[in-house]
């Protein structure tokens, strides 16, 4: 299952040997999910933006630059009857997606806001200042502001939510493997994280005060 979603989201879910897994994600028994966010904290983030100068002494954000939230999950296919059952395997899956879900929540809330056209990207409207360039430069700190603060705020809910989905395998369901005495086969988790109930409420963003509109 791959997508490319035309705000941001860019998300693969891949079925791939479990020695994959190792090597792309470390030392993980199940499966993986690695995400980061694009766009943000490089070099063209600001001359990315686009701030029509009206006049040489006002301006306003029209499209703040894109931030992309990439995520990749790894699931072992050639584990079965080793360290998980058919089941077992598709409780994984269902594992990863959810976290997958919870990432894309978390995007909506924080990050899809403050890029593009965006409500927090635009909510400052048009900034008048008498002197060339500077409605501009504000605005253009304002958006740097902006994501620095939304994105502390994605991290930390997002940590939060995830922790739980983590959490699941405290109840993982693991029956005696049939054909290698004394050793267990991973099928199943028991209570999967109801979403969004089980998750924490949203934290309120973090939104630095515009710049007056007038000087
Ligand atoms: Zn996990």
Not at 29 to 41: A, D, G, M, P, Y
Not at 101 to 108: E, Q
Request: some cysteine; overall charge neutral; charged content about 20%.
């Amino acid at each position: 299952m791959a997508s490319a979603d035309p705000h941001g989201l860019d998300i693969e879910l891949m079925m791939t040997p479990h020695a994959a897994i190792q090597s792309t994600c470390g030392a993980k028994n199940l499966s993986c999910l690695i995400w980061r966010i694009t766009s943000i904290n490089d070099s063209d983030d600001i001359s990315n933006q686009y701030i029509s100068t009206r006049c040489s002494r006002c301006a306003e954000v029209r499209r703040a630059a894109r931030i992309d939230l990439v995520l990749r999950g790894y699931i072992p296919n050639d584990n079965i009857g080793t360290v998980f059952t058919v089941a077992g395997q598709a409780a994984v899956a269902g594992h990863e997606n959810r976290h997958v879900l919870v990432h894309t929540l978390a995007y909506n809330e924080y990050l899809r806001p403050i890029q593009g056209t965006g409500s927090y990207a635009t909510r400052c409207g048009r900034i008048y200042r008498p002197e060339p360039g500077e409605a501009q430069a504000l605005l253009s700190m304002y958006l740097q502001d902006l994501r620095t603060r939304m994105t502390a705020v994605f991290v930390n809910w997002d940590n939060r939510a995830q922790a739980i989905i983590e959490n699941e395998y405290a109840s993982a369901d693991n029956i005696p493997n049939p054909t290698v005495p004394n050793t267990l086969l991973f099928n199943g988790i028991k209570k999967p994280t109801k979403i969004p109930g089980d998750l924490p409420k949203y934290l309120p963003p973090d939104l630095p005060d515009c710049p007056r509109a007038n000087p």
